[in-house]
């Protein structure tokens, strides 16, 4: 015997394939053998390798079917061998193995190997415990009562009955599913005694299986043990074994595939360790579930760390394992890179997850204290578990680690994606147990409150089945009583999600809770309130329907039951005496009442109970028709108690005790009947429709004449049935008694069963219903049957298993969804088999006929049982057929293949019927609220109703069907057949435009991603249709579509938000984008943070594309309800907020700030920093916008329009997509000038809307591109230049602006440049007017941005913040001495600006810089520049407000208020010339103000003098200037007596009377008063005044001042014998000070020229009026400085400059000082700034090798204005030949 002695596996397979050859003609002679069978048997018992294994169960299957009865000799021998190899995995094994043992099972009787079959099934391992079980129905199924005696069955049922309490799933399936055909073959009878102990549910689920079950010769599905196949199939073929990378059992799962893989299915065999087969579960199947994965439970042996090691290291880098234990954290981060490169690398078969998962276990394992490691760790466990065999061994290992670690901050999100993986993997119950269990064992309530959260996710995510509720419960109230809040609110939480599956029963069990937790849970569970559970996104089947949906729908009530299973049931039946039921029943009322009283305290007390209770049904029932109506609904209100405290057990009462409260609903009192409605109504819930439709007992009611009687049912019928998804046959019993009600005398019972016939009618199809009026007489007939064809028109389709028709589905849990796959639907034509089949439908439909199940049965898929099983369960009226063919299944008298021939005739015409008029009629419908307006949160079936009698008339009645059907998959099917058709019917589909368009808003509140993909696709294909066909869609579409497409745009999903946006982009080319704008604004409203920041950024996108004009209801409110989303808590909504508002800036400038109006300090500076940035990015190409927004620009491409003839007009589309580059782009490269925008034309046009020119797409480019080849430095390309700019363009110097307050420095650099470029050219100066304040706003924000980033950031190389200084600075210089321009700066412009050069000039950073010093003179000078040429009235304003902000701020420095009041003393200086074109009113008001906040009091405990003082200079200086008229403007202040100003006004008007000749010495030391002295005082008196003021050294700088305005009043003045007396130095001194006023004052003209530095030596004695600062250059801390100081600073840029400074030491500074003309030192300083910028320039060009051009642009010189006019004007020729070759090109 070859087969097994030969030593070499190759050798014995050929042995076994040469018998296997021999077996299998369909005949073998009888013969001995004996040996062959011993060998066989010895292959299959002791073989290693599992194909010969597979290969001898099939030569022993040849041979038992070959030799039948004779083999019969060898079974006993064969069978335990087989029995106990189904510990095998492999399911080509185990298929084999089921063959062989099937067949041998034919050649012997059950008696022969009964023994052998027991003494396995106590076998330990429970696949062998699962397969012998399967291996007992499927000997069942062949079996007859004769051959199934008693004898028999106690053995097995007693072993059976071990099972179906084992722990493994699995095995109690194949137990129950055993016994249901024990029950079935041998009948109730028999078997009973033996189900003695059973519970009820499981009692329950044993009938159930039996009703499924079908005896060999009726096939019915899932027993189909077809012989010719020879492949026995058990019924429960939910799962496909195997680990999820095992190819066949994958086919399996997902296609309907042929036999063999079919029953390779069947197995059941639990897989090596691992991930479940994701290809079976559905949603992690539970201890009660049918489901695949669940037979993986197994647990891997525990490996020995040696042994984990060793496996580890031979996947794992050697260096990774020494580093595991590192004590340098860096190591052990290293080390978990590699680990986890390695995991990723590895394949799922060699990936040893035990091994790897002890390895990061091990020390430090999840003790690691550095958290990225640890995130790291966490990271790799979730890998492994996703990618590996993963089981629960290797879970407990690292569990608990997960669990310590789900609290921790930066850990915890990693902890519970590992987790998650790991539930996948080991399944949700047991992973959620284990988890739970941890969580509450240990003390931190963080990790207990994260557990719990997590929970509620997982169970949204896997579903709920076989969850174990009890334990939950158990921690859950552990987590109610905890102290930390955390943990309860988590717990709560963990309650409404499991309230979504499990439904008002869990609140049972929280009734002892304290009042204020029970209110919590109450208030948690109303928000779940009408939700229904999500469908599972994880650990689903992904396999097609048939058993596995049944196994689906039966799990769902599982969990009901469960539920309700929980509740502690109280046995009442002792409390039900005999004294009790004679009580009820005594003639006196009162004492039957005390009977009814008790029965209630006794339910009261139970709350629960068990549904044995004694005679009480009949003692209740003889109250139901007491005379006495009180105790007849004191009866009721008993029943209705009865109904909730038994729960779905009240089922067996509903015959003697619910048809008898039917009979009730026909009292005469309104009152009884309502009690009697709501208790059957309660009886319903718990029970179902079934027990009540079954029988005759309904019919017999609705016979009765009583017109309550059948008002009350029919309605109470018309109600239920909808709901129903099969009914019993009896229904058919009511039929005769509806027709007659239809003809009944009372008006009421006639409207009653019209609304109840199209529900009969949907259950028993026309046919019947038409059928059944042949007994009516002929009148009768013809008006029924009229009636019928009415409701056949309105006939619903069959529901989904909604939560109220599936009777124990408490709470209505959601089944989740299944794909039927796509091959099966195919093969089916149409009658795709419902995806959610009821169970109780299969019970409930009886089966009327097996023969015709069969056939249709065989009809449909010979092998597939699978598939089978499911098709026979619904053929009797499923809804998935659809009508046409239901109504015929229903009466299985035609097979499957003619309906479907008679359907594709149906398919042929027209889908959508063009019905004149017929949407204008149903606008006047809804606009006379004839119908519902389409205006709702979530669709309610008056709704759906109401659009299917829309549609009814104009959309084809099998694609209506579609429509809506309950399964998502004909919905797809239906979006499907609408594309194909919209083409050839577009007139078709904008005649049904409304309908479709509501419709298409109903699959927007569908779960399922696949419709809503397709409803998209479908929308985008129909908008394109529509604009091409130029429709509008009108206000009654809009309005009932777009609010609920926006809903959309915030799905959590990239993919759909991305296709929203795309469709509602389409949308505004069929419909007004100011009328869209509402309805998104609308949408920014919503509790959605995603959908809130989509609807903001399409806001912006609107704005961008088509103005401020599509803002609505006006532009201001508008941008003010988008403003308030910049405080928004989330940070994707603020961003958008900002963005969008940023993209109205870039459009509309600074107008976008009136606009929005006042914004919270914070949001402010949000918003002004994103302004700031959103320069930064320099725009690219125009084109690629063009490609992403295509009705955005207006269908022109950004080419075409740059190429058509001599000026394009469409610029404006192309500024666009620049500035959307701008905030959109990522990429920065370069953009040849050509392809800049041509500003000239820019304006011309606001968007032509089509132009075709598809003849100058195609020109040929080349020429464009030759001239700019040369690689151009990056700097250039930033934004459209101005050289070319012969017409003022609003739009692009916007654009230029925001780009100066861009953070990029070249950026902002570039654009200071082009603008101050524009302003040197006086033609062109006039295009900034308008654009002051933006241009400023700009300037101060990039201050801001250096002040705050800039000069931080220690990696920027300081000389570039002192170019940006310069450029700034500069261009600020040449716009302050242009006066038109200068004048249009608001006050709260100049008021940001001074502060930000105020600041600027107090940066001491700065002073640190090389050229620090250089930069705050000409800041120096700038803000001289700033207080002269401004508007006199906004700058003195800006000031006060300046002043007044400064003192108040605590945090501001005395320094800057110091500054500001010099500032001020500046402008008091100036009023004598600009009092006349001063708004006094206004500055009155602002001193005011500025008195109110700061009384005199107040102003005097300030710690210096000077605010005081300047003020009331400020104030005699305008009441000298004005006289008493100065009173006289005081006309904008509301309220005079609120600060002093006018009582101080009147002083100083009396005081200026009286003392006209006097000079005040004490109250006034403003700079103005040197003129009233002079006037009146001896001029000795004033010299020696003034010089001893420069002799103090405080007022030093004063007293010089004043000496020179007097000298210069008075010419003739002598102040020698004053100098005579003083020093040499001090002579000096004061010489030099003059020289240096002189200078400052009459050299203004010719500085402005020098690139506006003042000259070296302004600071040294400028007095404080005229505001330098002099201090600031020198010392920060603000005390003067010496003279010697300045000296020294002369010698140093004299030396700079070349100049000899040798013998300076020797000649006496004074006298040269004195005797040298002022020119020289002013000239030398200038010469030097020019030397050091040409010096600065020419590095600059090495550095970036900058041609003539770019030297140009960007000249560096502080205020670009060194450059020769002579090499700017041939940079401008340049540019414009380079045009001239461009258009010359183009020609």
Known sequence: MQMEEAKKWQERKEALEAVELLVKNPKLESGDYADLVKALKKVVGKDTNVMLVALAAKCLAGLATGLRKKFGQYAGHVVPTILEK???????????????????????????????????????????????SLFIARSFRHCTPSTLPKSLLK????????????????????????????????????????????????????????????????????GAAEKKEGKPITGKTTAVPGPAGDKETKDAATKPGPPKKASAVKGGVPPKK?????????????????????????FESELSIEVCEEKAAAVLPASC?????????????????????????????????????RMLAKKPGWKETNFQVMQMKLHIVALIAQKGNFSKTSAQVVLDGLVDKVGDVKCGTNAKEAMTAIAEACQLPWTAEQVVAMAFSQKNPKNQSETLNWLSNAIKEFGFSGLNVKAFISNVKTALAATNPAVRTSAITLLGVMYLYVGPSLRMFFEDEKPALLSQIDAEFEKMQGQTAPAPTRGISRHSVGGGDDGEEEEQEEVGNDVVDLLPRTDIGDKIT?????????????????????????????????????????????????????LVQQTLSILQQLATAMGPNIKQYVKNLGIPVITVLGDSKNNVRAAALATVNAWAEQTGMKEWLEGEDLSEELKKENPFLRQELLGWLAEKLPAVRSVPSDLLLCVPHLYSCLEDRNGDVRKKAQDALPFFMM??????????????????????????????????????????????????????KFQPASAFADDLGSNTVESKPDLKKAKAGGLSSKTKQSDVNSNMSKGNARLSKANTSLSKGSSSLTKSQSVKQVQGKKVLSKPSLKEEDDKSGPIFIIVPNGKEQRMREEKALKVLKWNFTTPRDEYIEQLKTQMSTCVAKWLQDEMFHADFQHHNKALSVMIEHLESEKDGVISCLDLILKWLTLRFFDTNTSVLMKALEYLKLLFNLLSQEEYHLTENEASSFIPYLILKVGEPKDVIRKDVRAILNRMCLIYPASKMFPFIMEGTKSKNSKQRAECLEELGCLVESYGMNVCQPTPGKALKEMATHIGDRDNTVRNAALNTIVTVYNVHGDQVFKLIGNLSEKDMSMLEERIKRSAKRPSSAPVRQAEEKPPRTQSISANASMMRKGQAEDMSSKLNQNRNMGSHSETTHTVPREFQLDLDEIENDNGTVRCEMPALVQHKLDDIFEPVLIPEPKIRAVSPHFDDMHSNTASTINFVISQVASGDINTSIQALTQIDEVLKQEDKAEAMSGHIDQFLIATFMQLRLIYNTHMADEKLDKEEIVRLYSCII?????????????????????????HGLITLMLDSRVEDLEEGEQVIRSVNLLVVKVLEKSDQTNILSALLVLLQDSLLATASSPKFSELVMKCLWRMVRLLPETINNINLDRILLDIHIFMKVFPKEKLKQCKSEFPIRTLKTLLHTLCKLKGPKILDHLTMIDNKNESELEAHLCRLMKHTMEQTGKADKDTEKGASRIEEKASKAKVNDILAEIFKKIGSKENTKEGLAELYEYKKKYSDADIEPFLKNSSQFFQSYVERGLRLIETEREGKGRIATSTGISSQMEGTCVPASTHTVSSSIGNTNGEEVGPSVYLERLKILRQRCGLDNAKQEDRPPLTSLLSKPTLPTVASSTDMLHSKLSQLRESREQYQHLDLDSNQTHSSGIGTTLASPSSAAANIDDLKKRLERIKSSRK
Not at 276 to 298: D, N, V
Not at 330 to 355: G, I, N
Not at 593 to 618: C, H, M, R, W, Y
Not at 786 to 815: D, H, I, W
């Open 274 to 298: 691992g991930k479940p087969a994701m290809a079976a579960g559905t949603g992690g199947a539970g201890p009660k579930g049918k489901k695949g994965p669940e037979t993986k439970e197994i």
């Open 155 to 222: 053995p097995f049922c007693a072993a059976l009955l071990k099972h179906i309490n084992d722990s493994a799933p699995e095995v109690r399936d194949a137990g129950f599913e055993a016994l249901g055909t024990a029950l079935k073959v041998a009948g109730e009878k028999a078997v009973n005694p033996f189900l003695a102990d059973v519970d009820k549910l499981k009692l329950d689920r044993i009938k159930e299986c039996a009703e499924k079950v079908e005896l060999v010769y009726g096939k019915k599905a899932g």
């Open 321 to 357: 394992i020494q580093q595991l234990d590192s004590g340098n954290w860096k190591e052990r981060l290293a080390c978990m890179e590699e680990f986890q490169k390695a995991v990723e690398l590895m394949e799922r078969s060699e990936m040893p997850c035990q091994a790897l998962v």
């Open 86 to 132: 189904f510990k095998e995995k492999k399911p080509q094994v185990v298929q084999a193995l089921q063959e062989a043992i099937d067949a041998i099972f034919l050649t012997t009787t059950l008696q022969n190997i009964s023994e052998d079959i027991l003494a396995v099934m106590d076998n330990k391992n429970p696949t062998i415990k699962q397969q012998t």
């Open 578 to 630: 005999a004294e009790l039921v004679s009580k009820i029943g005594d003639k006196n009322w009162k004492i039957r009442k005390e009977g009814l009283d008790e029965v209630t305290s006794i339910i009261n007390e139970a709350k629960f109970i068990q549904p044995n209770i004694g005679e009480l049904p009949a003692a209740l029932k003889g109250r139901l028709n007491d005379s006495n109506k009180i």
């Open 763 to 816: 259950h028993l199809g026309f046919e019947k219903m038409a059928k059944a009026t042949g007994k009516l007489k002929p009148t009768s007939k013809d008006q029924v049957l009229a009636m019928l064809e009415k409701a056949k028109a309105n006939m619903p389709a069959k529901p989904a298993p909604p939560a109220k028709a599936s009777s124990r589905v408490v709470g209505g849990a959601a089944p989740a």
């Open 1370 to 1394: 500069g261009s600020m210089i040449t716009l302050f001495q242009i006066e038109s321009l200068a004048r249009e700066a608001s006050t709260g412009v100049l008021k940001d600006l001074m």
